[in-house]
């Protein structure tokens, strides 16, 4: 009997099953080896009777403010009460997804319809335009000491970048006395996302521009780094460290200002579209998740549930999940009173860990929204799934055991035997794994698929173990 050991190898669905890689890694996180679990998501705010499309928090000094938003209003997150309370100004508003910056003091505000809106950390009670010559705008950031808004004016001027005035997020005058200017980009197409930091990023429908602040009298250099590669869409952007992340109509991409580095070819891209409803593709949402050093993207499937995507960027591996979570976006933590628990439910009941940052305030938190609640990924592991690619035994391998290297926990398994790679793939009998960690399984064939569930309060999984014999011919 001979013992193979098969480490847990890069989940890449666009390649073929017997090069090594896994066919399925689900609802778990890639690391340096093997697998870790992804967390279930769990409520954080109480429910505000609105679908909310995001969510993000603003610090300054020590005071952390949680909001969310809507199509119709802007709330805040009660720490008190776990309520979302309405903060819009007077009449609310119409629009889609919000998208938000935060100024010095200043969190700021854009959806396309109403002008930039602004609320001052633990000083405002509603919020309100910015200036009353505030532009509309669909996207906005900051870069450098500006605030930049592009795609204005309803759709109008889909193509232009406007900024503030140097250290005056209130002052959007063009003139001698003011650093305030607009760039109209002739090629690319619609202006799809935005990113800030150092440099701009303006991400176009077919192509990226890097926007360098230059002084007077031009004030911003603008600048071609790619032509053809765009965003398809502003929610599938996401920036940390420097590097935005986004997906073109052909793929995920990473651009760090100077070059464009696709991140999903001949990996997951091909997965990604013939999985997604494209059509429904103004859903997607990408965040950030530095903790865990991961990019994850939320979108719809084609079965019109949610999946995830996720990019762990130190790795450069994938990994996918699903999830009920309607859009995701990266959060901190306001504190939540003691007299505010009771509204999470019982001590048994409450799915986050007692020492979890999600309970301190000022704490980052990969968060989303679901429905009209603010959700955090602070729960239970989910149910993973991981599916091994085809491994050939000989003509007449028989798989007698099965080990998995599972840390804090146990597993299930099961085989798919075939005898030629184009038969059918049917998984046999479950079979849990003993005390031992050992799994005894019979199946027979050429090439091997491995289906390992791992259970428990499991923190990571490395390998399997198997044994397996040669059948006798006669």
């Keep these: 009997m001979a013992t193979q050991r098969i480490a847990l190898g890069e989940w890449l669905p666009d390649q073929p099953s017997v090069v090594g890689t896994i066919q399925d890694a689900f609802n778990v ?16 705010s109480s429910d505000s009777a609105d679908t909310l499309t995001n969510v993000f928090a603003g610090r300054f000094n020590t005071i952390t403010q949680l909001f969310a938003g809507s199509a119709t209003k802007l709330y805040k997150f009660n720490a008190g009460t776990l309520a979302l309370d309405n903060v819009s100004k007077s009449g609310n508003y119409s629009g889609s997804r919000w998208y938000f910056t935060q100024f010095g003091s200043v969190v700021i505000a854009a959806n396309s319809v109403a002008k930039l809106q602004a609320w001052t950390i633990n000083s405002s009670s509603l919020f309100a335009d910015l200036a009353a010559a505030a532009p509309v705008a ?21 193509n232009k970048v406007q900024w503030s005035d140097l250290n005056g997020e209130t002052n959007w005058t063009s003139g001698a006395a003011s650093q305030s200017d607009f760039q109209i980009i002739p090629d690319g197409g619609n202006i799809t996302g935005i990113t800030g930091g150092e440099f701009g990023l303006v991400l176009l429908e077919r192509g990226i521009v890097r926007m360098s602040y230059v002084g007077s ?3 911003f250099q603008f600048d ?3 032509r053809g590669i765009g965003c398809i869409d502003g929610g599938s952007v996401a920036q940390y460290g420097g590097v935005t992340y986004f997906l073109s109509d052909n793929g995920f991409y990473a651009c760090d200002g100077k070059s464009v580095e696709p991140i ?9 579209f013939s999985n997604a409803n494209i059509n429904q593709i103004d859903t997607i949402s990408a965040a950030a998740d530095p903790i865990n050093k991961l990019v994850v993207w939320n979108y719809q499937n084609a079965n019109g549930g949610r999946s995830l995507l996720i990019y762990n960027w130190q790795m450069k591996k994938w990994s996918q999940g699903s999830t009920d979570v309607d859009y995701i976006a990266p959060a901190a933590t306001s504190g939540v009173t003691l007299e505010a628990l009771d509204s999470y439910g019982t001590v048994d009941s409450i799915g986050t860990s007692w020492d979890d940052r999600v309970w301190s305030g000022g704490k980052y938190l990969f968060a989303g929204v679901d429905g009209g609640r603010i959700v955090t990924f602070t729960g239970a592991n989910s149910t993973a799934k991981l599916i091994m690619g085809d491994i050939e035994t000989g003509y007449n391998g028989v798989i007698q055991l099965i080990r998995a290297q599972v840390q804090d926990g146990s597993f299930t398994a099961s085989v ?9 793939v049917t ?6 794994a003993s005390s031992e960690g050992r799994a005894p399984v019979r199946s027979a064939g050429r090439y091997h698929r491995f289906y390992i569930t791992p259970t428990g309060v499991w923190s990571n999984i490395l390998s399997i173990d198997i044994d397996s014999e040669t059948q006798g011919t006669r």
């Excluded at 996180?29 to 954080?44: C, H, K, Q, T």
């Excluded at 999903?264 to 990604?272: A, H, I, S, W």
């Excluded at 998984?427 to 849990?432: A, D, E, M, S, Y």
Aim: hydrophobic residues 35%; charged residues 15%.
């Design 217 to 219: 009298p031009y004030f």
């Design 416 to 424: 798919a035997s075939r005898r030629q790679l184009q038969d059918a």
């Design 264 to 272: 999903g070819t001949e990996k997951v891209d091909r997965f990604f």
């Design 224 to 226: 071609n780094i790619s």
């Design 29 to 44: 996180i890639p690391i340096a080896n093997g697998y870790a679990p992804f967390p279930l998501s769990v409520n954080y």
């Design 427 to 432: 998984f046999g009998t479950t079979v849990t």
């Design 138 to 158: 669909k996207f906005v950031t900051t870069v450098r000491d500006f605030v930049v808004c592009a795609n204005l004016d309803n759709g109008t001027n889909p």
